[in-house]
């Protein structure tokens, strides 16, 4: 039979002086993983970071370019609107101007005929008043050439220079936007 063989004590003794160097060895090297994972770890949710940050900023920035998309719409579709609502206007103010004219002729004469005008030139107004459309031009307003043509100049005791004595036609506005300006008669 074979013998089994004892190790001798020198032998145990540098078995047992390696074995702690290798478990601090490898204690070494599973710190130097562990350190490398925790870097690769924060290097990766740093670049998430900051992708997270990029994709943020982008979506501000569309939102924002959204907001100002809805309002440059709105303005346009606004002063679109004012467009059309005062080309519309202008094609009919001959025929309001045609009905002043006939409640002016039919003085102050009662008939059925002056009624029904003057209630067809009420409607007309009514409508006007709900697109915003506002009438100018009265005697003794101040003469503002923006709003005004002055086509004739008179002398009147009654009124102070630069006013208007008489309205020749009616002007017209929606808003800031002139639809026809004021012919007017101005004390000099």
Same mark, same amino acid.
């Given at each position: 039979?074979? +013998?089994?063989?004892? /190790?001798?004590? *020198?032998? +145990? @003794?540098? +078995?047992?002086?390696?074995? /702690?160097?290798? $478990? ?5 090297? !599973? ?11 924060? +290097?990766?949710?740093?670049? @998430? !970071? ?5 994709? @943020? ?17 709105? *303005? ?10 005062? %080309? $519309?206007?202008?094609?009919?103010? /001959?025929?309001?101007?045609?009905? #002043? ?10 008939? *059925? ?12 107004? $009514?409508?006007? #008043? ?11 307003? *101040?003469?503002? /050439? ?10 009147? %005791?009654?009124?102070?220079?630069? $006013? ?23 004390? @000099?």
């Amino acid at each position: 039979m074979a +013998e089994e063989r004892k /190790p001798d004590v *020198a032998e +145990e @003794q540098v +078995e047992a002086e390696s074995a /702690p160097v290798e $478990t601090i060895e490898q204690d070494e090297k !599973q710190d130097k993983k562990e350190k490398k994972d925790k870097k690769e770890k924060k +290097e990766k949710k740093s670049a @998430q !970071q900051q992708q997270l940050e990029q994709l @943020q900023d982008k979506f501000l920035h569309l939102a924002a370019d959204f907001d100002n998309y809805k309002k440059r719409t709105n *303005a346009e579709k606004e002063a679109l609107r004012a467009v059309v609502v005062s %080309d $519309t206007v202008q094609m009919m103010l /001959p025929i309001l101007d045609n009905l #002043e004219r006939a409640v002016l002729a039919a003085g102050d004469e009662e008939s *059925a005929l002056k009624d029904g005008v003057v209630m067809v030139l009420n409607q007309a107004k $009514t409508g006007f #008043e709900k697109f915003g459309i506002e009438a100018f031009g009265e005697r003794g307003e *101040a003469f503002d /050439p923006q709003i005004h043509n002055a086509i004739m100049t008179c002398e009147d %005791d009654q009124l102070q220079p630069d $006013t208007i004595a008489e309205v020749l036609q009616k002007g017209y506005r929606i808003g800031d936007k002139i639809i026809r300006h004021a012919l007017v008669k101005v004390v @000099q």
